[in-house]
């Protein structure tokens, strides 16, 4: 009878065990399915700044395929002159303790893409704190056509503006003739 109720326990224990890791991996497969269905590229970098999350939309921004881009640096995503100031915005982050800073105040970061060419970017990021050390998840959307079309405004508002300088002096010119020909009459 001892034996019988050890093996009930035992069996008890195992379904438990398996519904446990069943519902696990249910949870990682929702959350794999939710990332990889985001517009904007997310990625997380352990606390050396190695990546060990990145979703298709990094793929298609960053030109980098998640095989060869797992485990490396996050700085291979930046052009090498901003990689000494990420690291110290990174470290204060780290060391104010906030959990995160997000899109639309303005800041603009640069990526590099596979091939070489620098881009535009807006971020978000959070930190969590886990068993194995800090995460940090950044949150990049690529605002190259946002910031084209800023300077095309500007560039149109600097035109509209020099012409309106000019017919300015033109009138100015124009009346300034007449009224020294009436003078002159």
């Not at 326990?9 to 939710?34: F, I, K, V, Y």
């Not at 095989?67 to 915005?89: D, K, N, V, Y």
């Not at 990174?90 to 303790?97: C, I, P, S, V, Y």
Request: hydrophobic residues 45%.
């Amino acid at each position: 009878l001892t034996a019988l109720l050890a093996l009930a326990d035992l069996r008890r224990h195992r379904t438990l065990r398996l519904a446990g890791e069943r519902a696990a991996a249910d949870a990682a497969a929702r959350l794999a399915g939710m990332l990889d269905s985001a517009m904007d590229a997310i990625i997380t970098v352990d606390q050396d700044q190695r990546i060990v999350l990145y979703n298709r939309a990094a793929e298609k921004v960053f030109g980098w395929p998640v095989a060869e881009i797992m485990g490396q640096s996050l700085e291979t995503l930046m052009p090498a002159r901003f990689h000494a100031s990420h690291r110290e915005h990174l470290g204060r982050f780290a060391a104010k303790g906030a959990t995160s800073r997000r899109m639309g105040d303005g800041t603009v970061i640069h990526g590099r893409r596979a091939n070489g060419e620098e881009f535009p970017l807006d971020a978000s990021i959070s930190q969590l704190d886990t068993p194995d050390g800090k995460l940090f998840t950044v949150i990049l959307r690529d605002v190259t056509e946002r910031i084209r079309a800023q300077e095309e405004l500007a560039a149109y508002a600097a035109g509209a503006h020099a012409v309106r300088e000019q017919e300015k002096t033109r009138v100015a010119r124009e009346l300034h003739d007449e009224l020294a020909q009436s003078l002159t009459a």
